[in-house]
């Protein structure tokens, strides 16, 4: 029996392929159902306070940071959603006269325009996120130096051989509202997909590479960035890809509830937690990582109830 279209973009994979009784368990999750899908290598974690929330987030950079050593660098791959942990970083390296000099970074994405990666002076890039909330606020004598400091480029070699004799502690990301981490969207309905999507398997091989963006990613971010201006919002990007994220020892997703609704967070929690790994929900291949952990703020978990406005 062929797979459904999806109701958002019919010429896309997309969460809304799945089986209704899938979609329909989700919706029914509570906090507490969430909290009990965790098991080993999956854990959920809630937290009561925005405040609490982005500290612990933040702390994840410190705790990565402080295990580097010159002769066994660690480092740890970052999101732009969320950035107001950034800040936060910046703030405890300085006040606890942390030297991360040989610590590294990686930004997991940026956005492509016209053949290449965008430059830090354009209003919505990723890099230049992450240098002014973060790494330029950190004492030079104690910031790692800029060769350590990784963002991907249209030409992902360089970024890709980054990885190579430094040790990820942590993958830290969000989660958008096609269920994706850094720009790993669903595929588009042609080809060799077009009657189903990839095999785990086949999505698992994807590298650090630019990406066409489904058009509710595209949707999302000119909300979550741009006041809702879809044409001020590249449709490709670079992502960082699973072959990355494996490398990873741990697999962080931090979910205070402005980049997914209600049912997203539900959805792959219970996928996750379940093991059921469809590529139309690139989040649901984290199933197979050995160490994930979703955090969520209790407050912007929110409910499926039908509410009128």
Not at 63 to 84: F, H, K, L, M, Y
Not at 188 to 197: A, I, L, M, S
Not at 225 to 254: D, F, H, L, R, Y
Request: charged share 25%; net charge negative.
């Amino acid at each position: 029996m062929p797979r459904k279209l999806s109701i958002l973009a019919p010429d896309w994979w997309d969460y809304t392929t799945l089986d209704d009784d899938i979609l329909n368990d989700a919706a029914k999750l509570t906090v507490r159902d969430m909290v009990r899908l965790s098991r080993e290598g999956f854990k959920v974690v809630i937290y009561d306070t925005l405040e609490e929330f982005y500290l612990a987030e933040a702390l994840e950079y410190i705790n990565a940071w402080r295990q580097s050593t010159p002769d066994n660098p660690v480092g740890i791959c970052g999101p732009i959603g969320p950035t107001e942990q950034l800040p936060l970083v910046a703030r405890i390296v300085n006040e606890l006269e942390i030297n991360i000099k040989s610590a590294h970074f990686w930004g997991m994405d940026e956005w492509y325009k016209d053949g290449k990666e965008v430059g830090m002076d354009h209003p919505l890039s990723f890099a230049k996120a992450d240098m002014e909330l973060c790494f330029n606020r950190i004492k030079p004598k104690l910031r790692m130096p800029l060769e350590n400091i990784h963002f991907p480029k249209a030409d992902p070699t360089e970024y890709i051989k980054s990885w190579e004799g430094v040790r990820c502690a942590v993958m830290q990301g969000g989660q958008g509202e096609v269920k994706h981490w850094a720009f790993n969207d669903p595929l588009k309905r042609e080809g060799k997909y077009k009657d189903n999507p990839p095999t785990p398997e086949e999505y698992r091989k994807l590298n650090t590479r630019v990406v066409d963006l489904h058009p509710v990613t595209i949707m999302q971010n000119a909300r979550t960035s741009g006041g809702g201006v879809v044409t001020g919002v590249p449709t490709k990007a670079i992502s960082v890809g699973p072959v990355q994220t494996w490398m990873a020892e741990k697999v962080s997703i931090w979910q205070a509830g402005t980049h997914d609704n209600p049912f997203g967070m539900r959805l792959t929690t219970l996928m996750i937690g379940k093991k059921i790994v469809d590529t139309s929900v690139p989040m649901s291949l984290l199933a197979d990582h050995p160490n994930v952990q979703f955090n969520f703020y209790r407050h912007g978990i929110g409910t499926c109830d039908v509410e009128m406005h």
